[in-house]
């Protein structure tokens, strides 16, 4: 008789336990209260609330401004964490580091910082000036914002896909004759793809609840450059807090639609990558 040897570590079940708990007190209760607390509006009402003229306005401002400047990091964090991870130069650890710093720093610290830079008479405001490129107090600041705090979670997921990737496979391509778009396109993309979109997925997510970096540099002005979580807060400072739930609860069930068609995109290429190995 072949006795089970126990485990030092929790089972299971008792795992799932807490996992379940942690999951409904942190996660599950405060949605499903946003969606009690909506359903004091009547359909009616609610209709009235989300499609109001300047709410409107700053849905698409956010998800205009957040799909932009995910787009753009993802771009730019690929290039970064290519550089970090295939080149040594002097210096890298300290370009590393700095990768991180949005992380750290404080949103508010973050809006202060750019808008002092991007206004008229900033360090770089007054060059962009005599361009006719306003970028504090305007949407572009709000993409700027966006890229500078969600730059971060697209080199960070695609660092470590690219450590692994062997490089005798671009030797290999450049062996056959492939050229450097051949090799990248047919080669590289491929095996990065699931994590591209991953952090395209993680820095639009953060885009979307960002509020600290933004309300400073946007100039908050209705209609032209409120976003949605100062569209919220406005209206709790308001006591209208119906409103302010109907608001949020659009934002939340578009942002998981969103989550979701990302999520089937990124499975679809693992998926397809798989297929082609």
Known sequence: MILKQ?????????????????LSLIVLVPIAA?????TSLSWGEFWTIVTAPRVLASYQL???ASFVAALVNAVFGLLIAWVLVRYSF??????DALVDLPFALPTAV?????????????WLGKYLEPWGIQVAFTSLGVIVALVFIGLPFVVRTI???LEDLDEELEEAAASLGANRWQTFSRVLLPPLLPALLTGFALAFARALGEYGSVVFISGNMPMRTEIVPL???????????????????????????L??????????????????V
């Open 62 to 64: 956010s998800f205009g």
């Open 90 to 95: 002097p210096g890298k650890r300290i370009i």
């Open 34 to 38: 946003l969606f009690l607390r909506t």
């Open 259 to 276: 989550m979701l068609v990302i999520n089937l995109l990124q499975r679809w290429s693992s998926s397809r990558h798989l297929a082609t």
């Open 159 to 161: 660092q470590p896909v």
């Open 110 to 122: 973050a809006g202060i910082s750019l808008t002092s830079i991007f206004v008229k008479t900033g």
């Open 6 to 22: 126990r485990s030092i570590l929790p089972g299971f079940g008792l795992a799932m336990g807490f996992t379940l708990l942690y």
């Open 231 to 257: 569209l919220i807060i406005t209206k709790l400072e308001q006591y209208e807090y119906a409103s302010a739930t109907a608001i949020a609860v659009v934002m939340l069930v578009a942002s998981f639609i």
